[in-house]
């Protein structure tokens, strides 16, 4: 059965609404008057917003939106549209946070790998806090595999194999690396290519292993040899390294992607590489169905939805950040 085919008490046939992701779509297009906007608002890719309101345009058979050379307008048919979208969605919003700041109440304790927590989770617990006000997190750096049994710790964010035994795994999302730099370092490094690296300080962010595997994808195992290396305990040192100018870390789609966004670091080379391990989401198997964890597990969901290197991309082009040829490497 269809979401629009309810009937009604008296028998009568509900009407048939038009899909929600389209409407959610064309609702936060329309506010800002940018796809990009929308479309880091909601953490999708830009096409994934363009095809959305396509896709409503077609239901509805009207225009919903002219575009003016670089800018939006909301056609008639938009403007109309608009107020009734945005107070239906603000009252779904208001209806479901009334019901869930009631049940969500109490501490949860988060392991969380260092270079996600430093640049993606501490960024977004703000916003996590104003959605659960009554959960109080308790949030420690560590990618410690006795974490993930630890009778302390309710939910881990880890970076590894997946091959934890004993608990509830879940792949949280696929990688690719490829180098960053700050801005000031790629100004007078004079990066063309990847044998150009050899002048450089390459920090790791493990023992070696990640950096050698990218040189090797790169077709340039020589190079890692002859250039200068400092070595961090792991990749949240090496990428803050990086930001204050010390040298060219590896970087990964989705733990850099705000610093990249920010122009705080840059891509100084357009290769990536997929990364052999991942990050996961691990807890205990008593602790997966409650409600706090739930909500922290579906948080963490919502946020990484649709994350794509590209979303840098658009991002960066929008603020006039591309510059001398070198982009962000798209994730693959």
Known sequence: ??????????????????????????????????????????????????????????????????REGARLRLSAQGSALLPSISQAFETIAEATNRLRRTSMEGDLTISCVPALLSFWLLPRIATFSAQFPGIRLRVSSSNNPADVSSTAIDLCIHYGDGSWSGVWVRELTTINLFPVCSPRLLKTAHLHDVQDLAQQVILHGDAGREWSRWFAASGATNVLSQARQHFMSDANLAITAA?????????????????????????????????????FLICRNEIR???????????????????????????????????HGIVPAEAK
């Open 1 to 66: 059965m269809l979401l629009g085919d309810v009937r009604k008490g008296n028998g009568a046939m509900a009407p048939r609404l038009p899909p929600l992701n389209p409407l959610r779509a064309f609702e936060a297009t329309a506010r800002h008057l940018s796809v990009t906007k929308a479309a880091n608002e909601l953490y999708v890719t830009h096409s994934a917003i363009s095809h959305q309101i396509r896709a409503l345009e077609t239901t509805l058979d009207v225009k919903l939106f002219y």
């Open 243 to 279: 930001m204050y100018g010390n040298g060219i870390a590896l970087g990964d789609s989705v733990t850099v992607r705000e610093p990249l966004a920010s122009g705080r670091l840059v891509v100084p080379l357009d290769i990536t590489v997929p990364a052999t391990d991942a990050f």
């Open 289 to 323: 169905s409650t409600p706090l964890v739930q909500a922290f597990i579906e948080w963490v969901d919502a946020d990484l939805a649709g994350t794509e290197l590209a979303e840098v991309r658009v991002a960066l082009a929008e603020r006039g950040g591309l510059h």
